[in-house]
């Protein structure tokens, strides 16, 4: 079946530090690929996306490029600010319409300190 | 915009209690999905429904039910209510048939005591 994993947390930087979150899928096909933000109580925001292989999904400073080659997704963010603490999940659907069920990872913690 | 509404946003239910949580899609859209999110993880897919036919299965327990309705609203019916069903209950909708972006609902908290 269909699995996303992504790295351990949660992470601590600093304001204006480089941020990585990696994320790898395992999938039976093509999946689309997405970063979903979940602030504190809150829902969760689509952040950003990418629905094919090598396209970069690009979002608020943030990018994502679809790796079919290392089946990754990881995300990058060149200046974080402390508004982006939150929790990001990594997720794919694989199919159209109807069977576009989201798989997600386990989610990861950002703490972004002034 | 219009986003995906859900209610209440806060249910507080005792143990062998029923509830019932709504949807309301973004108009147009004639797909919806719910999830589970319990503490600390990740959500987790129930059931989702395609022009008011069910259309995929995930890990929802025989005392959930749930329909979408003429008007696309759905409906997440849970009876039997247990402690372990405590969780952040979301609901995203979708344009079927070639979209695959889901917006989500703020979700619906749910408390059992």
């Known amino acids: 079946g269909n699995s996303v994993t992504q790295m351990e947390g949660p992470v601590t930087l600093s304001e204006e530090a480089f941020l990585t979150i990696n994320c790898t899928y395992t999938?039976?096909?093509?999946?689309?690929l997405f970063w979903y933000v979940q602030y504190p109580g809150e829902g969760l925001q689509l952040l950003l996306k990418a629905t094919k292989a090598d396209d970069k999904g690009s979002n608020k400073g943030f990018e994502a490029t679809y790796r079919k080659e290392t089946t990754s997704f990881h995300l990058e963010k060149g200046s974080v600010q402390v508004s982006d603490s939150a929790v990001y999940f990594c997720?794919?659907?694989?199919?159209?319409?109807?069977?576009?069920?989201?798989?997600f990872g386990k989610g990861i913690t950002l703490s972004v300190r002034p | 915009a219009a986003g995906v509404i859900q209610s209440p946003r806060h249910l507080i239910k005792e143990k062998r209690e029923t509830a019932t949580l709504k949807c309301y899609p973004i108009p147009r859209h004639d797909t919806v999905y719910w999830y589970q999110q319990g503490p600390g993880q990740d959500p987790q897919f129930l059931i989702s429904f395609y022009e008011k036919m069910q259309s995929d299965k995930g890990s929802i327990p025989d005392r959930f039910s749930a329909q979408q309705f003429s008007d696309y609203h759905s409906e997440l019916n849970m009876s039997s209510l247990e402690l372990g069903d405590s969780a952040l209950y979301f609901c995203a909708s979708s344009l079927g048939l070639g979209y695959t972006e889901a917006f989500f609902g703020q979700g619906t908290r749910l408390t059992v005591v």
């Open positions: 997720a794919l659907s694989e199919g159209s319409g109807a069977n576009s069920k989201l798989t």
């Open positions: 999938a039976t096909g093509y999946p689309s």
